[in-house]
Each structure stands twice: as C-alpha cells, then as structure tokens.
C-alpha cells in the first residue's frame, strides 16, 4: 500500500513554508516568531497524532497527504490572530489542528471532484486508491475535526457547522455554476469565499476565541481572512498559468485543463464578444486546452492567456483582495500581531511575484 516519508522540515516549520523572512524581519518580532514557531511545532506533532487511526488501511490513506507537506496557511493565522490574547493555549492549538485537519479533508473531496491527478506533488489519493477510499478518507478527517472541535464547546461547534456548510455550498455553486442572467465573475468571486474565504476566516476567528482576546477584535480577524482567502486563490489563478512549473509546484494550465472557469478565463470570455483577438484566443484555449489530456502539449496556447492584459487584471484583483484585508485590520491594536498579519496578506499574493 502506497506511503510516503513524512516531509523534511527546516530548523523552524515557518521558515519551511518561507513566511519568516518575510513576516518576523524586524529584530523586535524574533521573540514574537520563536512563539509562532512553538506552536507550530505543537500543531504539527499534534496533527501526526491526531491522523492516526486503529484500522491501518485508514492510517495509511489519512496520513497520505499530511505527509505530502502543505505550508500550514490557516494554522498559521490561529497562531497569529491567537496572540491578541493569552497566546498558544491548549485550547488554540487543538483549534489550530482542528482548521488544518478541515482544510486536509477538503483536498481528499476536491480531488475527486476535479478529477485531479496530483496533489502537493503526490498522485492524488483518489488517483492511488480511487474515489470511494478519497471520499471516505475526507469524511474519516472531517469526522475527526468535529472531534476536535467538541471539544471546544458550543461555539466551535457552530463556528465549524457555518464554514462546513459554506464549503460545501461553494463546491456545490462551483459545480453547477452561474444561473442564468447572474454575473460570471461575481458568481465565481462567491465560490470562492465560500470554498476558500470561509476555513481561512474561521482560522483567524478561532485564534481570537481560544486566546481570551478582546471580542470586538473577532469581526476584523474574520474579515481579514475572509479576503486573504480570496486573494490567495485568485493569485493562484495567475500561478497556474505561470512557465515556472518547477518553482511554483503546479503544471502550466492544470486548472484549465481540468476545465475550470479561472478568472482570466472569465474576463477573457467577457472581452470576446467585442474583442476580435481575445475571441481568437478564446477560441483556441477551449478547443485546444480545456479538457486536454496531461500528455497534449498545451504550453503555448498557455502562455498566450498569460501575456493576455486579463492575467494582469487577475493579479491587479488580487492585490485588491489583500489591500483591504489589511484595511479590514485596522481596528487592531499597533504591534508585532497587525505588522504580521499585514505582511502574511502581502506574502499571500507576492507568491505570483
């Protein structure tokens, strides 16, 4: 059966997912950073304990993709948002695995959705076990969320019925698609708040809630991630038409390939009705992208959307996202916690860079 060596990690997990230099470069935020790390470290041993299982084919197959890596966003952010109050409690760090192990569920039910072939640079699981196993692995872990966030009393529960509810409403509105006469774009925006805003909004909120935090400061949190979310999947519209594969993780076009409306694609549409070029583009990318099979070389339909103005406004939409993500945090008190956070949105979207 299928496994894989747990990910090779550098001295500190957030200088693994390569947020310290960026986040903790001021000689007065090392102690806040060595905190950070702390955490992580503690999330991360609790997440291999927690995705264990008594029934082996279970462990194997629920570890799967905890061992594939992942750069640990949304536990981050608990951390984070968890130093307005007391810190990295007991009850924040069971909350910041409980958020990851959400997030690592999701992936199980996204890649049978979207028929995805890899993940984290891994054959996807439903790819190496098919998607009876996936599915059932994602509602082992969503199941074992739960748990966790019982744990946490009355308004955890809520808070993870309300984004457990919003994930599968965006999957749902993804799958199906705009209705007649609604707008494409903002009907694709909604998806992904619901899909991504959402687990990333209730990450930051859970730090807030656990830490002994002032309450007024959960409203801001909230809707920093919320836009963050966004911001970051947009972003990740721009990376999969990026040439540099091997540095970004993804293969040029994966997105379109497997037939997603990305928002470049969206825009390009949009244009094409009065656009003769971008029509002629349009053209060229569903005949000869969507739905093309991995072994079609499709790099230079590809690298023509990416030179294409809608990428740029892509990108520009992003930067968006994450301006008023900060803006949204402006309530919060002056200090290592807002600088941080204000450099995690500008991370976010500098990964296009």
């Avoid at 196993?133 to 739960?146: E, H, I, K, M, Q």
């Avoid at 694609?265 to 009705?273: E, M």
Wanted: hydrophobic share 40%; aromatic share 4%; proline share 5%.
């Amino acid at each position: 059966m299928p496994s894989l060596p747990l990910a090779r990690r550098g001295n500190t997990l957030s200088s693994q997912i390569g947020f310290t230099e960026r986040l903790f470069a001021s000689s007065d935020d090392k102690q806040f950073a060595k905190r950070i790390d702390a955490g992580l470290d503690l999330v991360e041993g609790g997440l291999r304990e927690q995705v264990r299982y008594a029934d082996e084919v279970a462990d194997v197959t629920a570890r799967y993709l905890l061992n594939a890596g992942g750069k640990r966003v949304r536990p981050m952010l608990t951390l984070l948002t968890a130093q307005l109050g007391e810190g990295a409690t007991p009850e924040v760090i069971t909350a910041a695995q409980a958020v990851e192990i959400t997030h690592l569920a999701s992936l199980y039910h996204d890649d049978v959705m979207d028929e995805a072939l890899t993940r984290r640079g891994v054959p996807s699981a439903q790819h190496v076990w098919g998607n009876s196993v996936a599915v059932l692995t994602g509602d082992l872990l969503f199941a074992r969320a739960s748990q966790l966030v019982a744990s946490l009393g009355e308004g955890a529960i809520r808070l993870q019925a309300d984004t457990f509810e919003r994930l599968c409403l965006g999957q749902l509105h993804e799958t199906i698609g705009p209705n007649e006469g609604d707008d494409p774009v903002a009907h694709y925006i909604s998806v992904l708040s619901d899909k991504t805003g959402s687990l990333v909004a209730a990450s930051a909120q859970m730090g807030v809630m656990f830490s002994g935090a002032p309450q007024e400061y959960i409203r801001p949190v909230m809707e920093f991630g919320e836009k963050v979310g966004v911001g970051f999947q947009l972003v990740d519209d721009v990376i999969d038409l990026s040439a540099e594969g091997e540095e970004t993780g993804k293969t040029p076009g994966t997105d379109l390939r497997a037939g997603v409306a990305t928002l470049p694609l969206l825009k390009l549409r949009a244009r094409a009705a009065s656009d003769q070029a971008a029509s002629a583009l349009l053209e060229r990318l569903e005949t000869e992208v969507l739905g093309a099979p991995d072994d079609v070389d499709v790099s230079d339909a590809v690298a023509q959307l990416r030179a294409h103005p809608v990428t740029q406004e892509t990108l520009d939409e992003a930067y968006r996202w994450a301006r008023e993500a900060v803006e949204a945090i402006a309530p919060l008190p002056d200090g290592p916690v807002k600088r941080a956070l204000t450099r995690f949105a500008d991370t976010i979207v500098e990964r296009s860079s």
